[in-house]
């Protein structure tokens, strides 16, 4: 027996499941995951919903993590809907098999959404990490801006990122003391894997016969991206590798063939672009710290570049990560060919604009996330437990 606050309560271990399925979610819930696991008041199990199952699958054995229940919700051409439906078809029996005392996800995915919708029908305490992100445009990010909207009327706690992201629950009458601002886990994730690759030989996934020439990483991958803003993105992206032949380009394509196939077609010919497959998380974190600037949609890397002092231009007309714009680490260059030329050709003419991107701190975490957010859940269940089966 235990004594909790004048109580005396029977120790429970506790069952706390993971529900995720893109490649950002199992980053960015891995530390966590493994830290409980060496507790002895949680045991973490780990559902992956299959929903992005090609990126997610090597990432697995990189970060040496084994589902417990693994799915299949993708298919080939499906839609959102289809997709949910396909969630809420596989996701139930995950829930009735594992009896959780807590369901924890990550972000605003379509997975983290099902398994809150399916966590307060089975009136399950719902742990949102990541949470309090806004743009408060629900079309910009479509459908993200809806879907973590949506878990926060979920969750019953919430881990933020930032006193921004706490603020922002505050106004949607998120209760003050069930939210948490911890650091976003991925600054963890990023400053130990850099840590451990320091000793590396300079990384060349793209065969590049000059490894000394600096470049520039770019990823696109967002659903609203796709289209005219991607043909304009790409468009200033060929213009500007023309322009600045001293710099490579290399580029991480997504799977997704609507953007890979518009991508090849237009920057493939290009000389000292080099388009590649998806890479391990740690040989990509190796690429964003060794890259003169990164040019991105991506929200994971607006949150992790800047603890690796390397400049994030984002291609986006929207971020939900504001506090980067502010603390200068992170450009807003929207999707036009003008604002986004301007950016980049500010990185390297302007020298102290450049530096000054460098060193600006990055506002998105001390890198101790991962035990802030595990005391807060040992804390949690252990507080529930007490009250559930307290006897004096």
């Known amino acids: 027996m235990v004594r909790v606050q004048g109580l005396y309560c029977m120790r429970k271990v506790h069952n706390a499941l993971f529900c995720c399925g893109s490649r950002p979610e199992l980053i960015k819930i891995s530390p966590v995951y493994h830290q409980l696991k060496t507790t002895a008041e949680i045991i973490p199990l780990l559902c992956n919903t299959g929903q992005h199952r090609d990126l997610l699958t090597p ?3 990189t970060l040496g993590m084994t589902p417990d229940f693994q799915l299949d919700v993708m298919h080939k051409g499906q839609s959102l809907e289809q997709l949910m439906a396909q969630l809420f078809e596989q996701l ?7 009896h959780p005392d807590i369901v924890i ?4 995915t379509a997975s983290a ?14 742990a949102h990490i990541e949470a309090g992100l806004r743009t408060h445009d629900r079309t910009s990010p479509f459908p993200e801006e809806i879907y973590r909207q949506n878990i926060s009327t979920l969750a019953k706690w919430h881990f933020c990122p930032t006193e921004q992201a706490r603020q922002n629950l505050l ?3 998120i209760k003050s003391e069930n939210i948490f601002v911890t650091g976003n886990t991925s600054v963890d994730m990023v400053i130990e894997t850099y840590k451990k690759s320091k000793g590396n030989l300079y990384y060349n996934p793209s065969h590049r016969q000059d490894m000394t020439r600096p470049f520039f990483l770019i990823t696109l991958h967002r659903r609203e991206s796709q289209g005219s803003p991607l043909m304009r993105i790409t468009t200033s992206l060929l213009e500007f590798a023309k322009a600045n032949e001293k710099f490579d380009f290399i580029f991480p394509l997504h799977p997704n063939p ?18 590649i497959s998806p890479l391990p998380y740690p040989q990509f974190v190796r690429l964003m710290a060794d890259a003169y600037a990164i040019i991105t949609d991506s929200g994971g890397i607006q949150e992790e570049a800047p603890s690796l002092n390397t400049p994030v231009i984002v291609v986006r007309n929207r971020t939900e990560r504001s506090e980067g714009i502010k603390s200068g680490c992170l450009r807003l260059a929207g999707t036009e060919m003008d604002t986004i030329l301007s950016e980049l050709n500010l990185l390297i003419d302007d020298k102290a604009h450049y530096k000054r991107m460098q060193q600006a701190p990055n506002p998105f975490g001390d890198g101790r996330a991962t035990e802030r957010i595990t005391a807060h859940l ?4 252990e507080k529930s437990h007490a009250e559930t089966h307290s006897f004096t």
Do not use: Y
């Not at 996800?105 to 605003?108: F, L």
């Not at 959404?113 to 719902?126: N, Q, R, T, V, Y």
């Not at 040992?378 to 269940?381: E, L």
């Open 378 to 381: 040992i804390d949690i269940v």
């Open 258 to 275: 609507a953007s890979s196939q518009m991508i090849k077609s237009q920057l493939g010919a290009q000389k000292n672009i080099f388009l």
């Open 59 to 61: 990432h697995l054995e």
């Open 113 to 126: 959404l099902a398994s809150a919708i399916i966590a307060h029908k089975e009136d399950l305490p719902l």
């Open 92 to 98: 139930p029996s995950v829930f009735e098999k594992t």
């Open 105 to 108: 996800i990550q972000g605003d």
């Open 171 to 173: 106004s949607e009458n």
